[in-house]
């Protein structure tokens, strides 16, 4: 039927294909596990189930709501309809202040607390996250 050659050329393009579309899962498979997703205080409390994955929460930092003992910072992030207590322990970045935005990236314990392994702060007077500008816009 075909000659050796064309069955060497289709076995060569098989195996090319087989190893790109083999490759290109195994990449997407390694970024499916580095993912963080983006929550706001309400979308929290909307979940289902708490899950073990690592998240970001972010919305405004409660007026008179930080806490500050020997190496661990409390606070709550609120949307304006929701709010969530974070726990943090480690550096502070220098632009953290209340009322400002903020991102924390952690572990839900529960729908009410968060335990913060990173701060992301605003950089300036006017900056702030566009998943954060758009979670309040939305509510």
């Known amino acids: 039927m075909y000659g050796r050659k064309v069955k060497l050329r ?11 579309i083999l490759t290109v899962f195994l990449i997407l498979k390694s970024l499916e596990e580095n993912v963080i997703y ?9 979940l289902s189930d708490i899950y073990k ?7 405004m930092v409660k007026k008179n709501s930080v806490s500050i003992s020997a190496n661990e910072l409390k ?7 929701n709010e969530i207590i974070v726990t943090y322990s480690g550096a502070v970045p220098n632009l953290f ?13 529960d729908k009410n607390f968060f335990l913060a392994t ?3 702060a605003k950089h300036d007077e ?8 758009e979670a309040l816009e939305e509510k």
Do not use: C, H
């Open 97 to 109: 202040e209340e009322e400002k935005g903020v991102v924390a990236e952690g572990y839900l314990k």
């Open 75 to 81: 606070f709550i992030i609120s949307d304006f309809k």
């Open 53 to 59: 994955k690592k998240i970001r929460v972010g919305g």
């Open 10 to 20: 289709f076995l060569f393009i098989f195996i090319i294909l087989t190893t790109l």
């Open 126 to 133: 006017n900056y702030m996250p566009p998943e954060v500008k």
């Open 38 to 46: 983006f929550q706001s205080p309400t979308d929290i409390k909307k």
């Open 118 to 120: 990173k701060i992301l």
